[in-house]
């Protein structure tokens, strides 16, 4: 493993409301020489939560613990048949809760794909879009992190309150999107700029409401599986895919979904125009 980021100052104490109004959580940075036992009997624990008016006879400790964070990516993911994912690939801060959430975006990016070699389906190059496609996502993701953890753990009193104020006033910038896909199957590594059109590339695809038979639910409650879908804003005529593309897309077990605004013998609803409104706003006819 290789570290790829650099630490930072801790703050004393950091706290939320998680979970609705009867849960919250906070968090305080150990000092030089304070053991695990330390931090964790009940006398330090109460200490601390004393100074947000928390004692024994209002609310009850549920979970303590001591760790340490930070970032790190694995030099290589694959190495013939050994393949890294989740923490053993790569690790981040807690501030966005990312770290498990990136796990989970390995392991379904990583199954189907070991599924189609393991099956005879696909050549085992195909292994090697697994990490051409997550570690730039989870290299953004690292770094949105840190970012957030710098605006939370900041310890000189004036900054803090130079931060609130931008907070309070609407004046710190928008944090960016979630990174996108940027190569592997969804694109080339080497393919132009101009391919780029906003909302309309490698981000997850929208979940709006359809309607069918008479049932109104988000799209994907309409299918009885995950996988592959082919969303389409026309109906796909019969032969637009040869045999070959047919095998392929049976193999894969990929759905055909018709979306539109008007009615359509086996097409979903589209109630709300949302998906109207994204292919007229980038110009697609259809989305995987």
């Known amino acids: 493993m290789a570290r790829v980021h650099r630490s930072w100052a801790h703050a004393r104490a950091l706290a939320g409301r998680w979970n609705g109004s009867s849960w919250s959580r906070w968090e305080f940075a150990a000092r030089d020489g304070e053991t695990h036992e330390f931090l964790e009997s009940d006398t330090t624990c109460w200490k601390l939560l004393a100074d947000w008016g928390i004692t024994p006879g209002n609310g009850t400790i549920t979970r303590r613990a001591v760790y340490s964070f930070e970032s790190t990516i694995a030099a290589r993911w694959r190495r013939g048949r050994a393949l890294l994912l989740g923490d053993a690939a790569h690790t981040m801060p807690p501030f966005m809760g990312q770290g498990m959430l990136s796990g989970i975006r390995d392991a379904t990016n990583l ?5 189609a070699v393991l099956s005879g389906h696909a050549e085992q190059r195909l292994l090697d879009t697994y990490e051409i496609e997550r570690r730039p996502h989870v290299r953004g993701l690292i770094d949105m992190s840190i970012a957030v953890g710098e605006t939370v753990l900041v310890t000189d009193p004036e900054q803090a309150r130079l931060r609130d104020e931008k907070l309070r006033g609407g004046q710190l910038p928008r944090p960016p999107l979630f990174p996108c896909l940027v190569a592997g199957l969804v694109r080339a590594p080497d393919a132009p700029d101009a391919l780029d059109v906003a909302e309309g590339d490698e981000r997850p695809a929208l979940q709006a409401r359809v309607a069918l038979d008479g049932t109104v639910d988000r799209l994907d409650e309409h299918f009885a599986r995950p996988g592959w879908r082919i969303v389409t804003r026309h109906r796909l005529p019969d032969n637009l895919f ?11 077990g990929v759905e055909i979904a018709h979306v539109t605004r008007g009615r359509a013998d086996g097409a979903l609803l589209d109630i709300d125009g949302e998906y109207d409104l994204w292919f007229r706003r980038t110009g697609r006819k259809a989305f995987l």
């Open 242 to 252: 040869d045999a070959a593309q047919r095998r392929l897309l049976s193999m894969l």
């Open 111 to 115: 199954s189907w794909k070991l599924a």
